[in-house]
């Protein structure tokens, strides 16, 4: 009898899904309530709460499948492979939104939807690579040579990840300067923001987490189900 | 009198925007949320299947 456990809903993936529910509605809470407005951007700026957590959970992502790709070309066991297989998954839908909500924010605020400065584009960039590595999965002769391709890509890939970050530092950007991480200054932002954004950055680190873990359950119960068909059918001829 | 009630009722296209980038989010995740939970039932339905098959040939072979 195959046992079905790995895809089925088991009860961390419960109580992860349940804390991220409270923590972001009171995530939201925050944002739309305590939060003050920004003197120069005004309600606009409120956009920051959720598009800085998004882009870093992506890095976070990236940075997943860079190490399990590594692992799988050490090992080459089905774990590592399905670790990066879902990250890379869950890290384009990330990268998406981090696109999507800066373009809704950039129209108001620079007057146009999309201009090609570094931060816009290095980003855009980061999306294609990962679609790609996505595509090379789909799309490869057979399973051993689609996991190997993509390896290649997400070790290369990120190294797009610190171009991104360090983007409106190296060149002429009109992106604002970076709030989190090495090139944060201290006092760039007011304390309440700040501890506000880490709130944010906690709720989407545990949604980044269950939707990982539920991709990651259903590889493992689709890997096993094509393993068995291939056994099946070896039997039957 | 009705243009104040327009000036009155008339939100400011900014929170229009931030409107839309929390609608957009919240969207995105849902619609991959989705998309997961229906793959994760595809692949119930195909293990469901296999065990049956499983099943029907483990009973022909001990007939035979």
């Not at chain 1, 088991?10 to 509605?25: D, E, K, N, P, R």
């Not at chain 1, 400065?117 to 855009?124: I, N, Q």
Request: glycine content about 4%; hydrophobic content about 55%; proline content about 3%.
């Amino acid at each position: 009898m195959l046992d079905f456990n790995s895809a089925k809903r088991s009860l961390f993936s419960y109580v992860l899904a349940g804390l991220a529910i409270v923590l972001m509605t009171f995530n939201l809470l925050l944002i739309f309530i305590v939060a003050p407005t920004d003197a120069v951007l005004g309600d606009i700026q409120r956009i920051f709460y959720i598009h800085v957590p998004i882009a870093v959970m992506s890095f976070l992502a990236f940075f997943v499948v860079c190490i399990g790709s590594i692992m799988y070309l050490i090992r080459r066991t089905s774990y590592w492979d399905r670790l990066a297989h879902s990250a890379a998954e869950v890290g384009v839908v990330f990268v998406t939104i981090t696109l999507l909500t800066g373009v809704v924010w950039a129209r108001p605020v620079w007057g146009v939807w999309w201009t090609w400065e570094p931060r816009l584009t290095t980003t855009l960039i980061l999306w294609l690579i990962y679609v790609a590595y996505l595509m090379v999965r789909s799309y490869a002769p057979n399973r051993s040579q689609g996991s190997l391709y993509a390896a290649a890509i997400g070790i290369v890939g990120f190294v797009d990840v610190p171009i991104v970050y360090y983007s409106v530092q190296w060149w002429r950007s009109i992106h604002p300067a970076a709030v989190v991480g090495p090139l944060a200054e201290s006092g760039s932002l007011e304390p309440i923001m700040r501890n506000i954004l880490l709130v944010s950055l906690v709720a989407f680190v545990l949604v980044f987490v269950w939707l990982l873990q539920q991709k990651m359950a259903i590889q493992k119960a689709s890997d096993l189900l094509i393993s068995i068909s291939h056994i099946s059918d070896r039997t039957r001829v | 009198m009705s243009s104040i009630l327009l000036q009155v009722i008339e939100l400011p296209s900014n929170l229009t925007y931030l409107f839309a980038a929390f609608t957009i989010a919240w969207a995105g995740f849902f619609i991959y949320a989705a998309l997961l939970s229906r793959r994760q039932r595809d692949v119930q339905r195909d293990i469901t299947l296999l065990n049956k098959a499983v099943r029907s040939s483990d009973a022909e072979e001990e007939l035979l």
